[in-house]
């Protein structure tokens, strides 16, 4: 198997961000899978790797990314090492990154020989917060033909539905989430709101996922105590063309966590992504 690990390529306000591809070489076209992180996210965490090593191993170019604002960096992606970074992210930056992924994939600068990537075949997979930016983007990128979502939100609304705390918000110019693994305070400027407020037909993933005019797997786990198991059933009520996978007594990761240590995936991320694949393959 052919892994290139931290492609560099350049984000949103031109800050850098880092990428890695996973593809069995043949000489024989394959489908195309982006995927994008969630919330307090990144490319490396838990048992992703291992993840992508699956999704290439069936057939598929598998890319993963860091959003350019999610906190890491070129020189630390591990861990989240510029929390300014972080509270200047947005909705509008991280649909511009998964343009340039997109892009950068369909130019063929991906130093990967062109026989490898059937490029009029790309598959989004997004993960929680990252599941309704993909929403978004493929009801707007008409490149994109398939998408699963995990665990994925269905609304963007939460970070301007009370007006008391935008207030707070607007006032203080930031506030904080705690990261309960890694215990760091980390910031949100108002900025994040305000793009929001300012471009918000165009984030209402409601609207995006009624628009879709592709095949979706919508997988989510019953038990998710990070974004309730009715998301999912509202995502798919929107649209004939979803399908629901529910893993029963899932969690928001699926079983996983980070670091992992064990060399295989947890059996309820090993079902989603056998589940995914077959998807991908028209098996579903």
Known sequence: ???????????????????????????????????????????????????????????????KYNFSHNGTTVDDPLNFADLDAFGN????????????VI????????????????RGEIYL????RGGGTTFLKAAEDTRIKKISTWASVDSFEKFAA???????WKEAGVFY????????????YFQLCEDYL??????????AAKKLDIPALVV??????TVPFDTAQNLVSLNTKFNLLSIEDGDHVFGSSHPWERPHLPEDLKQVVESTIDFFRGDF
Not at 162 to 168: A, H, I, S, V, W
């Open 89 to 100: 992210n947005n909705f509008s930056k991280e649909m511009e990154d998964l343009g340039r």
């Open 162 to 168: 009370n007006e008391q705390m935008l207030e707070t």
């Open 177 to 188: 989430v705690l990261n309960g693994r890694t215990h760091q305070q980390m910031p949100l």
């Open 198 to 207: 300012a471009n918000k037909e165009r984030f209402t993933i409601e609207r």
């Open 1 to 63: 198997m052919n892994i290139l690990r931290n492609i560099k390529l350049e984000g949103a306000d031109a800050r850098p961000f880092l990428l890695d591809l996973y593809v069995e070489q043949n000489n024989s076209p394959k489908p195309v899978i982006i995927f994008s992180h969630g919330f307090k996210g990144f490319k490396d965490f838990g048992c992703f790797d291992m993840v992508a090593r699956t999704f290439a191993g069936a057939g598929f170019v598998f890319i």
């Open 125 to 128: 997979v997004g993960h929680s």
């Open 103 to 118: 892009d950068w994939v369909v130019n063929g600068d991906t130093g990967i020989s062109l026989s490898e990537f059937r």
């Open 220 to 225: 989510h786990g019953t038990a998710d105590p």
